[in-house]
């Protein structure tokens, strides 16, 4: 292949059709994410069935706490992203692997520090949170040794944005699937054979995604190589630069975390049955929500290298092509999810899972399967705003989409019943989603006099 063959091939977000190039980029990203889902599934499944009801309750009491420190990185992630696609777009390499090195360095010391404040601070949180006392002890355990391998998980993360700002979003699909696999058996030597409970199945989570973060870095490496140009190994600029989007993505991240945690503490007040049910459904919720994420987030490099490289007309076509794969997809889901809801549930709860938790996790389910249609119209939408930078609007719409959640939960959930906790994410989606297009058509309406002016 020479090398205006191999430019063109790398190039394929700006250059290929955007709803092709758009699925070629995203299709890698949703296995990717849904591979990365069997860590917790695996985890939660073989628990749930071989440890009991009350040691899934414990993974999903501390699913609040991990997700906030998992979004932080996630925020971390989306600010180095839009800083190395804009300069991969540009064709900037020097400048591109500057930015590189310098997110490595930074995150990898802030993955540490999060890590220990993990540690500490793990009971401490789990009580403020209510947690029912027969799941206290496994909670905190299972807490423990994530936070033990967080940097790894964080590292893995940030790698896997930085792979997706040069385009090359197949690569983290490759390292999950041998993670997923590894942790599969991992999880059943440990819980099975070992009988280690709790802690072999997070045990078995943090070797294996050890190994990915590792060799992930190590192939990473190895990319950059490929590219001309070079320069310092840390950059102040250019983390600040990464800062000025990376901080108000984490601020979100976390913030909507913090507040999922309010929630969580609410429907822990309901006793360990409801708390597993409502884990169960949290665990499909997850999966199906990796497909309209993985399309925003493939909408934020194509808007990036675009709007690097000059071509701004073709924003708002990606930005329609992802609407549209997001349509296709919630039809997908609402078939799969809405007519069975209780079999889904059955794979967490089992012969052994009470009643209450079972109604819990197919109410839940439905209502999710007839209304994710909205989350897959705000993640394209938020995914356009990331990739130009429009940061302050999607941390106030998503806020915005935040507030509804929490406050209905918290006032409506202990007086009319737990359902109320579900009742109010649609009506976040869509406030979320109105907000975030009203900049989006600010936007194509500055991207259209842009392009009018280039012409004139």
């Known amino acids: 292949m020479n090398q205006t063959e191999q430019r063109r091939n790398e190039e394929y977000l700006i250059t290929d059709a955007p709803l092709r190039a758009l699925a070629v980029f995203a299709v890698p990203m949703i296995l990717g994410s849904l591979f990365q889902q069997v860590y917790n599934m695996v985890d939660s499944i073989i628990v749930g069935r071989f440890v009991g009801q009350n040691a899934l309750a414990a993974i999903g009491a501390s699913a609040a706490l991990t997700a906030v420190f998992i979004c932080i990185a996630i925020g971390a992630g989306t600010g180095a992203s839009v800083i190395v696609s804009q300069r991969f777009g540009a064709r900037d390499y020097t400048a591109m692997k500057r930015a590189v090195r310098t997110s490595i360095l930074f995150f990898l010391a802030l993955s540490i520090?999060?890590?220990?404040?993990?540690?500490?601070?793990?009971?401490?949180?789990?009580?403020?949170?209510?947690?029912?006392?027969?799941?206290?002890?496994?909670?905190?355990?299972?807490?423990k040794v994530y936070f033990a391998g967080f940097p790894f998980l964080f590292m893995y993360n940030i790698l896997s944005y930085l792979y997706n700002a040069i385009g090359k979003s197949r690569y983290p699909l490759y390292f999950l699937i041998f993670s997923s696999i590894l942790n599969v058996f991992l999880d059943l030597y440990m819980v099975m054979t070992l009988r280690m409970g709790v802690f072999g199945a997070a045990l078995a989570t943090l070797i294996a995604q050890g190994i990915s973060a590792v060799l992930s870095f190590l192939f990473f490496v190895r990319m950059m190589r490929r590219y001309p140009g070079d320069g310092t190994m840390f950059s102040g600029r250019d983390l600040k630069q990464m800062l000025a989007y990376a901080i108000p993505s984490m601020i979100q991240q976390s913030t909507v975390s913090i507040g999922m945690m309010f929630v969580q503490s609410v429907v822990n007040d309901f006793g360990a049955e409801a708390l597993a049910g409502f884990s169960a459904t949290a665990r499909i919720e997850n999966i199906t929500s990796v497909v309209f994420l993985s399309v925003g987030n493939a909408c934020s490099p194509f808007t990036a290298q675009n709007l690097g490289a000059g071509r701004t007309k073709r924003i708002p076509e990606g930005y329609h092509a992802g609407l549209l794969l997001?349509?296709?997809?919630?039809?997908?889901?609402?078939?799969?999810?809405?007519?069975?809801?209780?079999?889904?549930?059955?794979?967490?709860?089992?012969?052994?899972?009470?009643?209450?938790?079972?109604r819990v996790a197919v109410d839940y389910m439905r209502w999710i399967g007839i209304f994710d249609f909205l989350l897959g119209a705000k993640m394209a939408t938020d995914?356009?705003?990331?990739?130009?930078?429009?940061?302050?609007?999607?941390?106030?719409?998503?806020?915005?989409?935040?507030s509804i959640r929490v406050a209905v939960a918290m006032l409506c959930a202990p007086r009319f019943g737990i359902a109320f906790v579900w009742y109010a994410v649609p009506v976040g989606w869509l406030a979320n989603f109105l907000i975030s297009h009203a900049a989006y058509r600010k936007l194509a309406r500055e991207l259209e006099a842009r392009a009018g002016a280039e012409v004139r």
């Open 383 to 402: 995914g356009v705003l990331k990739g130009v930078g429009r940061m302050k609007i999607f941390m106030l719409a998503n806020l915005c989409n935040l």
């Open 326 to 358: 997001d349509a296709a997809s919630s039809v997908v889901i609402f078939v799969v999810i809405v007519p069975f809801a209780r079999p889904l549930a059955g794979l967490f709860l089992g012969a052994d899972g009470t009643e209450t938790a079972y």
């Open 113 to 143: 520090v999060l890590g220990l404040v993990g540690l500490v601070c793990s009971e401490s949180i789990m009580r403020a949170l209510h947690t029912p006392e027969e799941v206290m002890d496994m909670a905190v355990i299972y807490l």
